[in-house]
């Protein structure tokens, strides 16, 4: 008999509400249930969408290797179309596409299976005679695949269309987002720890924690400012900038959140992408849950003014990740702790640590 599927139970009133207990964190029980509920039914970033223009055009990848672990591949079809197939071949499931290319269809290179740029089954080499063969099941599984201004977002089993996780950004944002966002790739940066993934979002969730372990962007925030915002599949964070930092051109009073000239916006999308907004361009940090214990945060950098990159709240990213994840292993070593029963909420700042948690238990 297998054990029961742990449970979480969150008070929606956050004066009362209490954080989830270690075994969130440590349990192999709730990993494999975090895999299955929150991270199948979430959106990730699967990358940019440059390479992939001609009609053919197919990337396979693993999306969250070491979490998922699900083969798939983002392929161009005929009619225009970009699609995300599982890259398991429906007859004894040899990977179909094993790398990077362009064709007018698909084959499996073990037994010579055939498939449309859509997925279909347009036969297999052996199979005459075989009773309904190819039928609608031989087809490569689809899943959900978004593209948002030259980024591409993957969901094996979405909890909400692509459409209402983005519309927060989309309607803060939009009047400075670039239609399509230009990658440097010389700026990206990958980071690795020992801790699991679902800390490193608390973190990332409140700036309650800014003036203790982040003395370089305190001085570039006017912390005592800091706005917060949640929605249905994310939050935001408003960062204030200090006196003389660059801002955000945004309209006046275009922000309900924010109280005073915006130095950074700090969208996170549930459950592993943080969107953050500069003057100088995007800093996406793309969360890659390697296993309970070690997670992979890849910096995405997309720069639209970079005379700004090493100013203001944008500046000094890789000091600031590395505060961070110092705070997130010494709570990974904490949570060992056989007292520990899970904290309240601090009402104001911890609100988007709130909904996540929320979040998770919806989605469990
Ligand atoms: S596994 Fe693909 S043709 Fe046999
Ligand atoms: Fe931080």
């Given at each position: 008999m297998s054990a029961p599927k742990p449970e979480l139970a969150i008070d929606p009133d956050i004066t009362r509400a209490r954080m989830p207990p270690a075994a969130l964190y440590r349990d192999p029980a709730w990993w494999k249930a975090l895999c299955d509920g929150p991270l199948a039914r979430g959106w990730h970033c699967l990358g940019v969408?440059?390479?992939?223009?001609?009609?053919g055009a197919a990337r396979p990848l693993v999306l969250l290797?070491?979490?998922?672990d699900e083969p798939v591949v983002v392929v161009r079809g005929g009619d225009g179309e970009l699609r995300l197939l599982a890259?398991?071949?429906?007859?004894?499931?040899?990977?179909?596409?094993e790398q990077a290319g362009c064709g007018r269809a698909l084959r499996c290179s073990y037994h010579g299976r055939g498939f449309a740029l859509d997925g279909r089954c347009t036969g297999a080499p052996g199979?005459?005679?075989?009773?309904?063969?190819?039928?609608?099941?031989d087809a490569l599984a689809r899943y959900a695949l978004a593209e948002w201004r030259g980024l591409l977002f993957g969901s094996l089993?979405?909890?909400?269309p692509w459409r209402e996780v983005i519309a927060p950004v989309e309607e803060r944002a939009?009047?400075?987002?670039?239609a399509r966002w230009r990658h440097d790739a010389t700026l990206d940066q990958t980071f690795e720890f020992d801790g699991h993934f679902a800390l490193y979002v608390e973190n990332y969730l409140?700036?309650?924690h800014i003036p203790f372990i982040h003395p370089g962007l305190n001085a570039r925030l006017d912390w005592k400012q800091y706005g917060y915002a949640s929605f249905a599949h994310g939050t935001l964070q408003v960062g204030v900038a200090a006196a003389g930092e660059p801002t955000l051109p945004?309209?006046?009073?275009?922000?309900?959140?924010?109280?005073?000239?915006?130095g950074a916006l700090y969208f996170w999308l549930f459950p592993t992408t943080m969107v953050n907004l500069y003057p100088w361009g995007l800093s996406l940090n793309v969360i890659e849950p390697l296993g309970p214990a070690r997670t992979r945060v890849r910096f995405l950098a997309f720069v639209?003014?970079?005379?700004?990159?090493?100013?203001?709240?944008?500046?000094?990213l890789v000091q600031v990740e590395l505060e961070d994840e110092r705070a997130v292993l010494q709570v990974m070593k904490g949570?060992?702790?056989?007292?520990?029963r899970g904290g309240r909420y601090v009402p104001h700042a911890e609100q988007g640590v709130h909904a996540f948690h929320r979040m998770l238990a919806r989605t469990l």
């Amino acid at each position: 008999m297998s054990a029961p599927k742990p449970e979480l139970a969150i008070d929606p009133d956050i004066t009362r509400a209490r954080m989830p207990p270690a075994a969130l964190y440590r349990d192999p029980a709730w990993w494999k249930a975090l895999c299955d509920g929150p991270l199948a039914r979430g959106w990730h970033c699967l990358g940019v969408a440059d390479g992939l223009e001609a009609v053919g055009a197919a990337r396979p990848l693993v999306l969250l290797p070491g979490a998922l672990d699900e083969p798939v591949v983002v392929v161009r079809g005929g009619d225009g179309e970009l699609r995300l197939l599982a890259n398991a071949c429906t007859h004894r499931a040899h990977l179909v596409v094993e790398q990077a290319g362009c064709g007018r269809a698909l084959r499996c290179s073990y037994h010579g299976r055939g498939f449309a740029l859509d997925g279909r089954c347009t036969g297999a080499p052996g199979f005459e005679g075989v009773a309904g063969f190819p039928g609608a099941e031989d087809a490569l599984a689809r899943y959900a695949l978004a593209e948002w201004r030259g980024l591409l977002f993957g969901s094996l089993a979405p909890e909400a269309p692509w459409r209402e996780v983005i519309a927060p950004v989309e309607e803060r944002a939009a009047p400075f987002l670039p239609a399509r966002w230009r990658h440097d790739a010389t700026l990206d940066q990958t980071f690795e720890f020992d801790g699991h993934f679902a800390l490193y979002v608390e973190n990332y969730l409140e700036g309650l924690h800014i003036p203790f372990i982040h003395p370089g962007l305190n001085a570039r925030l006017d912390w005592k400012q800091y706005g917060y915002a949640s929605f249905a599949h994310g939050t935001l964070q408003v960062g204030v900038a200090a006196a003389g930092e660059p801002t955000l051109p945004l309209p006046a009073g275009h922000l309900d959140t924010a109280r005073g000239p915006v130095g950074a916006l700090y969208f996170w999308l549930f459950p592993t992408t943080m969107v953050n907004l500069y003057p100088w361009g995007l800093s996406l940090n793309v969360i890659e849950p390697l296993g309970p214990a070690r997670t992979r945060v890849r910096f995405l950098a997309f720069v639209e003014r970079p005379e700004l990159h090493d100013r203001g709240a944008g500046s000094g990213l890789v000091q600031v990740e590395l505060e961070d994840e110092r705070a997130v292993l010494q709570v990974m070593k904490g949570l060992a702790a056989r007292a520990y029963r899970g904290g309240r909420y601090v009402p104001h700042a911890e609100q988007g640590v709130h909904a996540f948690h929320r979040m998770l238990a919806r989605t469990l």
